[in-house]
């Protein structure tokens, strides 16, 4: 079977490509600067081709000979539903690295597509949102009359920058949760609690993770909301920011955010994701009030999606699978987790 990563050159997708190469699978690499692709793929001895996404019938010809693609080229806002189209057009199969939910959103809405293409569809093959998903998963499998679910997770570890710029272009929006089953924008810090993730309790408000919306089609729970620790400091800055977040829809305003995280490095070094684990928490709630809570450690995000994502493209490849939609603890079950837990 033959595969592709595409945006092979970016943080996490050179991370993916070198799990890859270590697992001794060798998929296409691609993207959109040919230098920059054909580079890559000399050094790791692996096939490799150059296109844009700008015309849909140009990408499903590059992948009309591919049986399953990973996408991680951002920002998935704008790359998703060209590649998307294209893997319908081509039948491929579609996996991403993304966390962005009007990506999960738009990937949901075109189950039926995906359905009589005969793919697979499952966006979020990576640190979003495979841990919480998981978590999500096994909390409704214990508590199925569950009416709340909160979610959550604790790192020390660095954003790369696609991850920053990803949460710059969004900060006009503000947070999101999801109320009654439908997804509901919200200002930023909506909500706040004192949690114990796993390293000791602390204080915690609500961001628009990717959860907000696969949560959802994984269980079947209508109010969802995710969590990340925040220091009452940074809680009273993000509710001020609510005051003048409207102006960041202009991209004037946004590209001075954008250039100074542009100076940053492109993401955490090898040596930080080997020391900097991540706590995942999950808490459902039914209408009697009963709590039941799970907490596991897993590997830094970074080397979650890199292993994630080739786990789960290795998956579907070998396994006769029903196309459709899938979130990834519907794709493969909550054990998914199990395999990057840290002691």
């Not at 990563?5 to 959109?32: D, F, N, Q, S």
């Not at 704008?78 to 939910?101: F, Q, S, V, W």
Request: aromatic share 8%; charged share 25%.
């Amino acid at each position: 079977m033959k595969w592709m990563i595409y945006g092979a050159t970016g943080y996490t997708g050179e991370l993916i490509t070198h799990h890859a190469k270590r697992m001794g699978y060798r998929p296409v690499l691609a993207g959109r600067n040919k230098q920059k692709v054909e580079s890559l793929a000399t050094r790791v001895d692996m096939p490799w081709r150059a296109f844009s996404l700008d015309d849909i019938d140009t990408v499903a010809s590059q992948l009309e000979d591919i049986d399953l693609v990973v996408h991680c080229a951002g920002p998935f806002e704008d790359t998703t539903e060209p590649m998307l189209r294209a893997c319908l057009k081509a039948h491929t199969h579609y996996l991403d690295i993304t966390g962005e939910i009007s990506v999960f959103e738009l990937a949901y809405s075109l189950r039926k597509e995906a359905a009589e293409a005969g793919i697979v569809m499952c966006p979020g093959v990576g640190f979003d949102v495979i841990p919480t998903d998981c978590i999500a998963a096994r909390l409704n499998a214990q508590m199925p009359n569950a009416t709340h679910l909160a979610l959550g997770f604790d790192s020390s570890s660095k954003m790369s920058r696609g991850t920053a710029m990803t949460g710059i272009r969004r900060l006009h929006l503000g947070g999101a949760v999801r109320e009654n089953g439908e997804i509901k924008n919200v200002p930023l810090a909506f909500n706040t609690r004192r949690i114990n993730f796993g390293d000791g309790e602390k204080m915690a408000m609500t961001i628009p993770w990717g959860d907000v919306a696969t949560a959802y089609y994984s269980t079947g729970i209508p109010n969802i909301e995710v969590f990340v620790p925040a220091s009452p400091k940074l809680v009273k800055r993000m509710k001020k920011m609510n005051l003048i977040r409207w102006a960041f829809r202009f991209k004037g305003l946004r590209s001075q955010l954008e250039k100074k995280v542009a100076k940053a490095p492109a993401g955490p070094d090898a040596k930080e994701r080997a020391s900097h684990y991540t706590w995942v928490w999950g808490e459902a709630r039914n209408a009697n009030g009963d709590i039941i809570t799970i907490r596991q450690k897993v590997l830094n995000g970074y080397e979650l999606t890199s292993r994630g994502s080739v786990e789960l493209a290795i998956y579907v490849l070998r396994n006769q699978l029903a196309p459709g939609f899938y979130t990834p603890s519907r794709l493969y079950g909550a054990k998914l987790i199990d395999r990057f837990l840290v002691d």
